[in-house]
């Protein structure tokens, strides 16, 4: 079966420290793979997601970046951290484009 | 902005009753997706419709989609307390989401 993980559940960081959050993927090939955030009580924002290694799609401006080194690992970094950036993180993955989504537990980050 | 609503925003019901939640959306679709979110959990894929089917059900869950409208349902029936949670309709060729609808069902 599939599984999902994301790392760490939580973080604290100092404004304008770099950030790595990790994503990996389990008992599936060549997944599509997907970087929200969200806003405490809000919706999800997309902010990246990726149809195979090295191919990367942004969604919106901003002070982040992801990257896809390996078919089912996927990064989030940032080099300076913004107050902005605290959120909850999910990360997830899908088959394709039309089918449905399989989502990590999240990372809940705090600039401070 | 391609996204779209939930509505209401926030339900509270007794257990037992059916929540109805709503879901608006302003492109075409292959298909539109329901999702639970736990407090502070990831989201949890509940049912997805196609948009040539009309009705859908899986256990307490019922959907509709009304494609002229453009617009989805979600009915849950015999509520409990543990169906309290935030509940996202997805669609779209990058998931957009919608704000969501935040559940609370008292026991």
């Known amino acids: 079966s599939q599984t999902i993980h994301q790392w760490p559940a939580t973080l604290v960081q100092p404004v304008g420290s770099p950030l790595s959050l990790e994503c990996t993927v389990e008992?599936?090939?060549?997944?599509?793979l997907y970087w929200y955030r969200q806003a405490a009580g809000r919706g999800l924002q997309l902010l990246f997601y990726?149809?195979?290694?090295?191919?990367i799609s942004s969604e919106v401006p901003q002070n982040l970046s992801a990257s896809r080194p390996q078919d089912r690992q996927f990064i989030l970094s940032s080099k300076k951290l913004l107050l902005s950036d605290s959120g909850f993180y999910l990360c997830?993955?899908?088959?394709?484009?039309?089918?449905?989504?399989?989502f990590g537990p999240g990372t809940r980050l705090t600039v401070t | 902005s391609q996204q779209g609503e939930e509505d209401p925003q926030a339900l509270s019901i007794q257990e037992g009753e059916n929540a109805t939640m709503n879901c608006s959306y302003k492109t075409s679709i292959n298909n539109l997706q329901w999702y639970r979110q736990n407090s502070g959990r990831g989201l949890v894929h509940l049912i997805l419709i196609r948009s040539n089917e009309r009705e859908k059900h899986s256990g307490r869950l019922r959907v509709t989609l009304d494609t002229s409208k453009k617009s989805s349902s979600l009915l849950i029936t015999a509520s409990r307390a543990a169906d309290t949670a935030s509940y996202f309709c997805?669609?779209?060729?990058?998931?957009?989401f919608g704000p969501g609808t935040r559940l609370s069902v008292l026991p």
């Open positions: 997805s669609y779209g060729q990058n998931f957009v």
């Open positions: 990726s149809v195979g290694i090295g191919q």
């Open positions: 008992g599936t090939s060549n997944p599509n």
């Open positions: 997830a993955w899908s088959v394709g484009v039309t089918y449905e989504q399989y």
